[in-house]
């Protein structure tokens, strides 16, 4: 019974007295009424007013197999939105066109907003959305972000059928969908253009089926750079902090025990590779493979569709001894013409191991994310980096959870003993706890002989190996660190699991002038960490620079990285004329090393100018992040891409809207936010808790990791880089809404009370 069908029972059950006068019926009507009022600003209070409530029921309501979301009353629960998606990859050549078909239905019999997040590679050009109603398809606009949810808000509020895509990092994406009828189907179609990866002799693309939970430390923590503005000549400034990073949506996240899997995804690829092709596989899903010729495959799933719970990959090679070494491909787009160059230096193949010993730091993520397998590839990826350590090395672990152990203090020698230790150490992490990254990414960028005048301290090859799923949402904050306190160190990137978060890894490896590898299976260990430990070991190529002689060239990236052992340097660019040479230049253990591409060589290529655009924008966001340029510049060069080019960015949406209101007028709409699956591998209770747990129970956890009966000292992140409190005053709105409530419970007993009969 709700709180209408009570008063209203109150109302009709009630036995006037015989002798009660107008003067106190009014005055009961008056108490009634306020009664009610009390009531429902306590449960506005107590639970909030959302604009788009889903409508409750019970599990009795339900007389057919479907899935429900618990809402914050006990026995209530409200019927989701249903979705499935079609993967379709075309690669030609040394680029990707994508087209992801996702169909919602809406099983309950009341109007409603879909509301699904999902992701997309991190190097992903989003140019295009279709909204499909039965027989008519409706082309969605690029618009600047505001607007476009203006547009889409208004249609809703129309009673339109309306689709919104907007991006809230570069590797995730939500898609809101308005007014699906009872029983309704809508399609969205979204298309993007990705570039092929290709390193250590393998060409690969990867499909990201799950958002993963992510911690969200909501605050930008002292490690954050700053930019200071000065109001005029007299040297005093204001400080202004780093804009924190938006929230991640928070979709709701099926317990696997409880739930089966949803969200089923069917994917066909068509490679067109342009050479002839050896071996194509699939890391982690079985696939059933077709020829279609020396250079071509067609690629299924051998299931015919998965569950969208781990992230699918592809990889491909050349035959023996017929890895092409270079890639020159052209585009042309209206009056601009535009390049992509593929080049993987051969002399990074033979040239002999760097000889200068290593000052490496190893950080491992123990949190909760990291439970099940994950913490298990973590331990087996760290214990290999550690047994290839030489004598003349020196090392160090730290671990970190929303707390972080240093082990050693310090660098130290990488002796028989020393690794030992280290090993028993790392054998024994457990996963738990919140995830606070940007603390012991700032303990493993100290660097105790940066001012070291010995020689033979300064010739060692500084490294920090992070190896972690990258489950957070304050991603800046890691980069502003990196880039603010990287001095000579080298970051390298190790990303663990079924679902890693490959944006940050990608970005902070960039900041950090290293490399990224990862890591989904246990299998994939040792023949992964091996690619990582010759990256490490080998002399990187640098002073890299390109010359393009055919005029003005405006090429990307803008910085351009060092090379490690395997690695193909891929470069776009928008030139004056598709004629003359383009030259990649380098050192290589202080050898100079070059190589010309002849233009008139490149093959016709398709999307050439979004990967272009995309990769800008990218140097734009890196280039504030590194304090080059000034927010509103950034924003104003992004916008500028964006709007040119038709793409998706976190200044811009896509907006599909249909001109015919659907929804009756007066009838409400719902919100159903669709659910996502734990990534695979993961452990349900390390992420979101385990119930009745005590803070003595996790301080025997952390016993566990005392080094030969000695305390190591642990050291609480968030207190490390004083992050600010941040959380909602929702202990402040129960406490008044609970008072409010008792009150005018109480006050409607006593009216009551007076106005009984005698």
């Not at 990707?96 to 997040?117: C, D």
């Not at 787009?333 to 190893?362: C, E, H, N, W």
């Not at 992040?625 to 709007?643: F, G, N, P, Y």
């Not at 080019?645 to 719902?670: C, E, F, I, M, Q």
Request: no cysteine.
């Amino acid at each position: 019974m709700n709180m209408n069908q009570a008063v209203a029972g109150r109302q009709t059950g009630r036995r006037r007295h015989p002798h009660s006068g107008i003067g106190r019926a009014a005055l009961v009507a008056l108490a009634e009424r306020f009664l009610m009022a009390v009531l429902i600003l306590a449960t506005f209070l107590i639970f909030g007013v959302g604009a788009y409530a889903a409508p409750r029921i019970t599990v009795d309501d339900v007389k057919a197999g479907s899935l429900l979301m618990r809402t914050e009353d006990p026995g209530s629960y409200v019927e989701a939105v249903r979705t499935a998606t079609d993967v379709q990859l075309n690669v030609s050549g040394p680029t990707i066109r994508a087209t992801l078909t996702q169909m919602f239905h809406n099983p309950s019999k009341s109007w409603v907003e879909g509301v699904y997040v999902f992701p997309l590679p991190d190097g992903a050009a989003v140019d295009t959305m279709k909204m499909v109603i039965g027989q008519r398809v409706v082309v969605a606009d690029i618009k600047e972000k505001q607007q476009a949810k203006l547009v889409y808000e208004r249609a809703k509020a129309e009673g339109k059928k309306a689709a919104l895509v907007e991006q809230q990092r570069p590797n995730m994406f939500m898609n809101s969908i308005a007014n699906i009828g009872p029983g309704d189907t809508v399609v969205i179609q979204i298309e993007y253009q990705e570039p092929v990866r290709q390193a250590d002799n393998t060409f690969s693309l990867r499909v990201p089926l799950v958002v993963a939970p992510r911690f969200s430390p909501n605050a930008v923590g002292a490690g954050s750079a700053q930019t200071v503005t000065f109001q005029d000549k007299s040297g005093w400034g204001a400080v202004t902090p780093a804009p924190a990073s938006s929230p991640v949506p928070q979709a709701p996240v099926l317990d696997p025990r409880e739930n089966a899997p949803v969200n089923p995804v069917q994917i066909r690829i068509d490679l067109d590779a342009g050479f002839a092709l050896g071996e194509v596989k699939s890391a982690f899903h079985p696939i059933n493979i077709t020829d279609k010729g020396p250079q071509a495959r067609h690629i299924e799933l051998a299931s015919g569709s998965v569950p969208a719970d781990r992230d699918f990959e592809l990889t491909w090679q050349a035959q023996p001894s017929q890895t092409p070494g270079v890639g020159l491909f052209r585009e042309r787009v209206g009056s601009d013409d535009y390049l992509i160059a593929y080049v993987t230096p051969p002399g990074l193949k033979t040239a002999q191991a760097d000889q200068r010993p290593r000052d490496v730091t190893f950080v491992i993520d123990n949190s909760g994310s990291m439970g099940g397998t994950s913490i298990e590839q973590a331990r087996a990826s760290l214990g290999y980096a550690l047994s290839r350590l030489s004598q003349a090395d020196r090392f160090n672990v730290i671990r970190f959870d929303d707390t972080f152990t240093n082990l050693f203090g310090g660098t130290l020698p990488a002796t028989a003993e020393n690794i030992a230790r280290a090993q028993d150490y790392v054998s024994r992490l457990q996963a738990n706890g919140g995830t606070m990254m940007v603390a012991p990414m700032l303990e493993a960028l100290k660097d105790d002989h940066v001012d070291d005048q010995n020689t033979a301290n300064l010739g060692f090859l500084r490294q920090v190996v992070f190896i972690t799923d990258g489950g957070i949402d304050n991603e800046q904050e890691l980069f502003d660190t990196i880039a603010s306190h990287r001095g000579r160190s080298r970051v390298f990137m190790v990303g663990i699991g079924s679902a890693p978060n490959s944006y940050l890894m990608t970005r902070a490896a960039e900041l950090g002038g290293g490399a990224f590898m990862q890591i989904g299976s246990v299998d994939q260990v040792q023949e992964r960490m091996k690619q990582l430990v010759d990256k490490l070991e080998s002399p990187a190529m640098t002073n890299v620079d390109v010359a393009i002689s055919a005029g003005s060239a405006d090429v990307t990236p803008r910085i351009l990285p060092d090379l490690y052992h395997g690695e193909t340097l891929v470069l776009a660019a928008k030139v004056g004329h598709l004629k003359g040479n383009v030259e990649v230049r380098g050192l290589i253990d202080g050898k100079g090393w070059s190589v010309t591409l002849p233009v008139a060589g490149a093959a016709e290529g398709a999307g050439i100018s979004k990967l272009w655009a995309r990769r800008k924008i990218d140097d734009t966001e890196v280039a504030q992040t590194l304090r080059q340029i000034s927010r509103e510049d950034a924003d104003k060069r992004i916008l500028a891409l964006a709007l040119d080019h038709h793409l998706v960015t976190r200044l811009t949406s896509l907006v599909a809207v249909d001109k015919t209101p659907v929804r009756p007028r007066g009838v409400r709409l719902s919100r159903s936010d669709v659910p996502l699956n734990l990534p695979a591998g993961w452990d349900f209770d390390k992420v979101f808790g385990i119930k009745g747990e005590t803070a003595a129970d996790r301080e025997q956890r952390q016993a566990l990791l005392d080094l030969d009966g000695r305390k190591v000292q642990t050291i609480d992140a968030s207190r490390t880089i004083s992050l600010p409190q941040t959380a909602t005053d929702a202990e402040l709105r129960l406490i008044i809404g609970g008072l409010l409530l008792a009150g005018g419970l109480g006050f409607g007993f006593l009216t009551r009370r007076r106005g009984a009969p005698a």
